[in-house]
C-alpha cells in the first residue's frame, strides 16, 4: 500500500516556474514507477510525464518537452515535476500516481496502469 501526498501547486504568472512535489509512504519506494497526470477544466485527466524506478528512463508529454523535469529522490521517498515556462494551458489539478514496476526499466504512461494517487494540486497559470 503507498500513500501519496502532493504538494507546491498555486498561483503564479505566465512565463514562470513551480515546483511540485509528491511525498510517498512505505519502505519499497524504490521499487514504484511514478507519473505525473494533470487535469484541465472540462478536461480528461492526461499523462504529463513518467520515470522509472531509479530515475534513468523519463517520458514527457510534447507539450511540455523542455520546460518540465520529473526527477525522484528514492532516500527521501519523494517525487518531483520541476516546472518552468508556465503558460496558461498549464493549468490544471495535478497528481501524482505510483505502480508496482514488472521491470526496473519502465516508466508508464496510461492512467489505467498506476494504482496509486494523490489527491491533487491545483496549478493555476495566469497571463
Known amino acids: 500500500q503507498v500513500q501519496l501526498v502532493e504538494s507546491g501547486g498555486g498561483l503564479v504568472q505566465a512565463g514562470g516556474s513551480l515546483r511540485l512535489s509528491c511525498a510517498a509512504s512505505?519502505?519499497?519506494?524504490?521499487?514504484?514507477?511514478m507519473g505525473w497526470f494533470r487535469q484541465g477544466p472540462g478536461k480528461e485527466r492526461e499523462v504529463v510525464c513518467a520515470?522509472?524506478?531509479?530515475?534513468?528512463?523519463?517520458y514527457y508529454q510534447d507539450s511540455v518537452k523542455g520546460r518540465f523535469t520529473i526527477s525522484r529522490d528514492n532516500a527521501k521517498n519523494t517525487v518531483y515535476l520541476q516546472m518552468n515556462s508556465l503558460k496558461p494551458e498549464d493549468t490544471a489539478v495535478y497528481y501524482c500516481?505510483?505502480?508496482?514496476?514488472?521491470?526496473?526499466?519502465?516508466?508508464?504512461?496510461?492512467?489505467?496502469?498506476?494504482?496509486?494517487w494523490g489527491q491533487g494540486t491545483q496549478v493555476t497559470v495566469s497571463s
Open positions: 520515470i522509472n524506478v531509479n530515475g534513468e528512463n523519463t
Open positions: 500516481a505510483a505502480r508496482l514496476a514488472t521491470y526496473s526499466g519502465f516508466y508508464y504512461r496510461s492512467r489505467s496502469e498506476y494504482g496509486y
Open positions: 512505505g519502505r519499497t519506494f524504490s521499487q514504484y514507477a
